[in-house]
């Protein structure tokens, strides 16, 4: 195989989104791994949960675009440690739900006051016109704003 027929990673966009997103993410997750023993997953449960109170594992799922074993993991890390509790739903029993404990919600408010860009810094780097362009919510599938 040809050297022109490898796949050019440096400019093929979904490996440049992936590779921002996970520094982006580890950045972040040094901060709340030394501060407050979360995880990246853990982290973005405990989010998506105090934003979103009593969605199902795969609710999560479908609104983080984690993998549904890791969360699985996660949930049950977080239930462990007394950050989540999980019920079965009133209107459907074969549905289990997630809810922040009274440690998860302490958690997560801390969480809301440390993830602003301007606390990490994210982007500062960029002119006031780039990062409108690095502003791509409209890109996730079902995102609320």
């Keep these: 195989m040809e050297n022109s027929e ?3 990673l440096e ?3 979904p490996y440049r989104l992936s590779v921002l997103s996970n520094t982006v993410s580890r950045g972040i997750s040094a901060a709340y791994v030394d501060r407050f023993g979360l995880s990246i997953r853990e982290w973005r449960i405990i989010a998506v949960l105090g934003r979103y109170p009593g969605l199902s594992a795969a609710e999560i799922v479908k609104l983080t675009a984690m993998d549904k074993v890791a969360v699985s993991r996660a949930v049950s890390r977080l239930t462990g ?3 989540l509790t999980r019920s079965l739903s009133d ?3 074969r549905r289990s739900v997630l809810v922040l404990s009274k440690e998860g919600k302490r958690l997560s408010l801390l969480l809301v006051g440390k993830t ?3 606390k990490f ?3 500062k780097p960029f ?3 780039k990062q409108s362009v690095y502003r791509v ?3 996730i599938p079902g995102y609320v704003s």
């Design 137 to 139: 919510d409209y890109l």
């Design 81 to 83: 440690k007394g950050r």
């Design 6 to 8: 490898l796949l050019n």
């Design 91 to 93: 209107a459907d029993k």
């Design 11 to 13: 400019e093929f966009l």
């Design 127 to 129: 002119t006031v016109v």
């Design 121 to 123: 810094g994210i982007l």
């Design 116 to 118: 602003s860009d301007d």
